[in-house]
């Protein structure tokens, strides 16, 4: 079946533009991720959400990132005023039920640069 | 979360038996092993997960000795599809867990 997908794959926007990812999780999926992933570092969290309801948004790393799910499905990270250190691949991860364990599922990222 | 260390490189070469070891000394009685497999331009993937002894499927084993402050992931004969990102997480397998990943060990495997 398909996976995550993620969209677009690229982006490159000016410093103080603003930016939305989207991310299509698994269908049925009911919890989704969302990873910032900096060159050569591992993912780093960002947010979760249950359904449509975010639970966890603690590893936004600043006001101006904000994300939504308002249906449970499709998912939309947005960045406000980009600036150059939020250059990175934001990666979503869906995750079929709670307490399915560890794996969870990941889309091909998205690789934002900001110039 | 309990901390995890793992070499920061390996090399290999394609069809030798490759053992990636963990360090997890603070590892807590609930906890469990994940891996995971990161190729270049993709998302990781969820290679394998244990609690104790050895568990072992299609694409790797996983090793956890009796006190369980360290694992080994073993991939036998790897090919040079094998070169990726391999991550070693420690957590809590109930309710909601966020992955914490960290900068993991970089397997680049030659001819």
């Known amino acids: 079946g398909a996976g995550v997908s993620q969209s677009p794959r690229y982006k490159v926007a000016k410093r103080g533009q603003d930016v939305a990812l989207r991310c299509d999780p698994i269908?049925?999926?009911?919890?989704l991720f969302w990873y910032q992933q900096a060159l050569g570092q591992g993912p780093e969290f960002l947010t979760y959400f249950q359904n449509e309801a975010q639970l966890d948004k603690s590893g936004l790393p600043s006001d101006r990132f904000f994300a939504e799910r308002p249906e449970g499905s499709v998912s939309t990270l947005k960045i406000q005023r980009t600036q150059q250190e939020d250059s990175a691949v934001y990666l979503c991860?869906?995750?079929?039920?709670?307490?399915?364990?560890?794996?969870?599922?990941f889309g091909p990222g998205t690789r934002l640069t900001v110039t | 979360l309990a901390k995890t260390t793992q070499p920061i490189s390996m090399d290999s070469y394609e069809g030798q038996e490759v053992n990636i070891t963990c360090s997890h000394n603070?590892?807590?009685?609930?906890?469990?092993i994940t891996w995971y497999q990161q190729f270049p331009s993709q998302g990781p993937r969820f290679i394998i997960q244990g609690y104790k002894t050895k568990v072992t499927n299609e694409v790797a084993s996983l090793f956890i000795p009796a006190d369980r402050k360290s694992s080994t992931l073993s991939l036998p004969r790897v090919s040079l599809s094998d070169t990726a990102v391999y991550y070693c997480l420690v957590g809590d397998d109930s309710g909601f867990q966020k992955l914490v990943f960290g900068t993991g060990t970089r397997l680049l495997v030659s001819p």
């Open positions: 269908s049925g999926h009911v919890s």
């Open positions: 991860a869906s995750r079929r039920i709670e307490g399915a364990g560890y794996e969870q599922y």
């Open positions: 603070n590892i807590a009685t609930n906890d469990y």
